[in-house]
T-cell receptor
Framework: AQSVSQHNHHVILSEAASLELGCNYSYGGTVNLFWYVQYPGQHLQLLLKYFSGDPLVKGIKGFEAEFIKSKFSFNLRKPSVQWSDTAEYFC????????????FGSGTRLQVQP | NAGVTQTPKFQVLKTGQSMTLQCAQD?????MSWYRQDPGMGLRLIHY???????DQGEVPNGYNVSRSTTEDFPLRLLSAAPSQTSVYFCASSTRSLDGYTFGSGTRLTVV
């Protein structure tokens, strides 16, 4: 079965700072990779996804992520965060064969201070 | 609006009571799943379904039942509620290609 690790549980940044959130997964086969965002009191929304091709993926709201296969990593980045980026961020994977449900990391709470 | 609809949004149960959380989607998605979200633990898969008439267990299935009689609906039943089932429950659906899941707005359940 696959598993996902998010290294940062709580990150506090000032506006305009750069962001990088770590995500590593464990699975022997091919996976699809996702980042979701959950704003306070809301449901999860898809930020970006990677299936194949260019390992640098661009998503909504200026976010991007890079898939590094050799490191089993899919880190999320944003060059300059805004106060409105305050939210919880979840990395998720699903295997392309077998049980293909999403497996989530434990999440990273991002707090952006004005 | 197309999407995943969950009802109710909030529910308080007494220990031992049973209830059903409803989930419906109007996107003709084959894949549906239920997750529970607890602080510091992310979302954990309870049950999932790859199509009408087919369901399977996820990571934390104990105390929950599901059925999938139609493509649109995927209800989650709590047989005998326990305080450990206090959580926020999310339903999600996806196409067969699993290229992106759509989540419902969640049900916040408190068991006292």
């Amino acid at each position: 079965a696959q598993s996902v690790s998010q290294h940062n549980h709580h990150v506090i940044l000032s506006e305009a700072a750069s962001l990088e959130l770590g995500c590593n997964y464990s699975y022997g086969g091919t996976v699809n990779l996702f980042w979701y965002v959950q704003y306070p009191g809301q449901h999860l929304q898809l930020l970006l996804k990677y299936f194949s091709g260019d390992p640098l993926v661009k998503g909504i709201k200026g976010f991007e992520a890079e898939f590094i296969k050799s490191k089993f990593s899919f880190n999320l980045r944003k060059p300059s965060v805004q106060w409105s980026d305050t939210a919880e961020y979840f990395c998720a994977v699903n295997a392309r064969t077998g049980r293909r449900a999403l497996t989530f990391g434990s999440g990273t709470r991002l707090q952006v201070q004005p | 609006n197309a999407g995943v609809t969950q009802t109710p949004k909030f529910q308080v149960l007494k220990t031992g009571q049973s209830m059903t959380l409803q989930c419906a989607q109007d996107m003709n998605h084959e894949y549906m799943s239920w997750y529970r979200q607890d602080p510091g633990m992310g979302l954990r898969l309870i049950h999932y379904s790859v199509g009408a008439g087919i369901t399977d267990q996820g990571e934390v299935p104990n105390g929950y039942n599901v059925s999938r009689s139609t493509t649109e609906d995927f209800p989650l039943r709590l047989l005998s509620a326990a305080p450990s089932q206090t959580s926020v429950y999310f339903c999600a659906s996806s196409t067969r290609s699993l290229d992106g899941y759509t989540f419902g707005s969640g049900t916040r359940l408190t068991v006292v």
